[in-house]
């Protein structure tokens, strides 16, 4: 894998830009994209590999001094970042596509560089390897989408449970296990929130702790238990992935594995909105239907018939009209926060009002305001939105907030009146794999307009 991020490739890239292509001058120095609403959509959506799960599945291949091959890899900015982190501490990785060959048998440092952990908030998630296979770890606080407060507490508590001496000081956590084995020890652990990310930390130390390790309260999210999956198949002994207690039995090493990453559940969400959105049918492959049980059934609710194949596709046909419906936010299986924004867009068109309670994150509803901006008729009353569905939708120059902000923002665009642009799009590219080509392959009006480089943008000034 090459040091920088990776290169989405295949992107349309215009090299000359006007006042008509941009919502303000500012924009020409990064990236945009434009769509022109009302167009519908129809054909097969090729799903990519889970980003959340691909994320914490390399940094669980920290734990093998093997060599570890992963298929199913999203090429996004997140997963580059996380190939330059594992990097960092010693690892030699190689990506052919999407496919991504690592081997950690020779880990030579057990730090982790502060201007990469601050970009994304899974890079948290190292701390648990390292210290499994190091005994010891210095991994700054992350980063990531600012939506609100997500603390490592949980984590430390953990692992200080299980043996390690951790403390915090200047931004930086630092963890050592002490002893002659300097290695972890079996421990009961309640998780006062059954946090994916502490599950995730915390079942990755106990792999090759000493002792039996239990984790009540834990995460079910699908990639908890494709992290464990995985973990299992290089020959760690967990139980209970899915349920809220996990039993795991510590081993002394673990070995070569190649793995394939499953479909991202909220990339298969985005897409089934916007067909719902659109008035379009689609199909989507692979998917697996049953990690989006409370999606199907909030579009069902708002009149769009879902159709379950083979247990890898899912075929959506839209109602009529868009009905309203009532949407909380939960850990899984509960309707998952990170859908919550796409399908506020959804419902800003529906025939009545709805409400929205965002209950996981203080900070993820900065996309009210710019879909207000396109004529969504939203009020706030703390953690909820009241949605009352508008006839249509105006487009208008609006910025991503965050990730999934910005998947909102797509989705109203779509089946807006006249032309949306859409900036701050390293959110959009953290998190989806080519969102524009899949849409414009579709038939949706998309464009995605690169800056100039600089020596050109300029000339441009100059003339």
């Given amino acids: 894998m090459h040091s920088q991020n990776p290169i989405l490739e295949g992107r349309p890239i215009t090299l000359t830009l006007n006042s008509s ?26 799903i990519s590999g889970a980003k959340n799960a691909a994320l914490v599945i390399m940094a669980g291949a920290l734990l093998c001094s093997e060599d570890c091959r992963l298929r ?20 030699d990785l190689k990506r052919d596509g999407s496919v991504i060959d690592i081997n950690a048998r020779e880990l030579t440092h057990s730090e982790a560089p502060y201007e990469l952990v601050s970009q994304l908030r899974a890079s948290f998630f190292i701390i648990g390897p390292l210290l499994a296979r190091l005994g010891i770890a210095k991994v700054p606080l992350p980063g990531g989408c600012a939506i609100g407060a997500r603390p490592v507490d949980l984590h430390v508590q953990g692992l200080r449970a299980m043996g390690a001496h951790v403390q915090i000081d200047h931004g930086i956590v ?18 006062d929130y059954p946090s994916v990310g502490a599950t995730e930390t915390l079942m990755m130390a106990a792999v090759l702790a000493d002792g039996e390790t239990i984790i009540d309260n834990a995460a079910q999210e699908p990639e908890v238990i494709d992290l464990a999956n995985f973990c299992r198949a290089m020959g760690a002994k967990i139980e209970g ?5 996990l039993v795991i039995s510590g081993v002394s090493h673990l070995h070569s594995v190649d793995y ?3 479909p991202d559940r909220i990339e298969a969400g985005t897409f089934l909105l916007a067909a719902a959105i659109t008035g379009s049918e689609l199909t989507l492959a692979p998917v697996i239907p049953d990690h989006l049980t409370a999606v199907i059934a909030k579009l069902r609710k708002t009149g769009s018939t879902i159709v379950a194949e083979d247990n890898q596709v899912i075929r959506i046909i839209p109602g009529q009209e868009i009905l309203p419906t009532d949407i909380e936010t939960l850990p899984y299986p509960g309707f998952p926060t990170d859908m919550q924004a796409p399908f ?8 009545g009002n ?3 309670t965002e209950t996981v994150f203080e900070n993820r509803l900065h996309h009210v305001a710019e879909l207000i901006r396109m004529g969504a008729d939203i009020r706030m009353k703390g953690n909820t939105a009241i949605v009352s569905g508008v006839p249509i939708l105006s487009g208008a120059p609006v910025r991503a907030t965050d990730l999934r902000a910005g998947a909102a923002l797509v989705l109203a665009a779509l089946a807006a009146e006249g032309e ?3 900036s701050d799009l390293q959110h959009l590219d953290r998190g989806y794999e080519r969102i524009d080509l899949k849409l414009k392959d579709l038939g949706a009006r998309i464009e995605r307009i690169e800056p100039l480089p600089e020596s050109e943008n300029s000339s441009a000034k100059d003339k």
Wanted: aromatic share 2%.
């Fill in 21 to 46: 292509n941009v919502s303000t001058a500012s924009d020409a120095d990064q990236p945009i994209i434009k769509i022109a609403g009302r167009s519908s959509l129809k054909g097969q959506v090729a």
């Fill in 72 to 91: 199913n890899v999203p090429s996004l900015v997140d997963v580059g970042t996380m190939g330059q982190i594992l990097s960092a501490v010693g690892v």
């Fill in 174 to 191: 630092e963890a050592y296990v002490t002893g002659s084995d300097r290695r972890l020890k079996g421990a009961k652990i309640y998780l």
């Fill in 241 to 245: 992935a899915g349920t809220k207690k």
């Fill in 260 to 262: 394939s990453i499953i």
């Fill in 344 to 351: 506020m867009s959804l419902l800003t068109l529906s025939k």
């Fill in 354 to 356: 709805s409400l929205i």
């Fill in 420 to 422: 949306t642009t859409i």
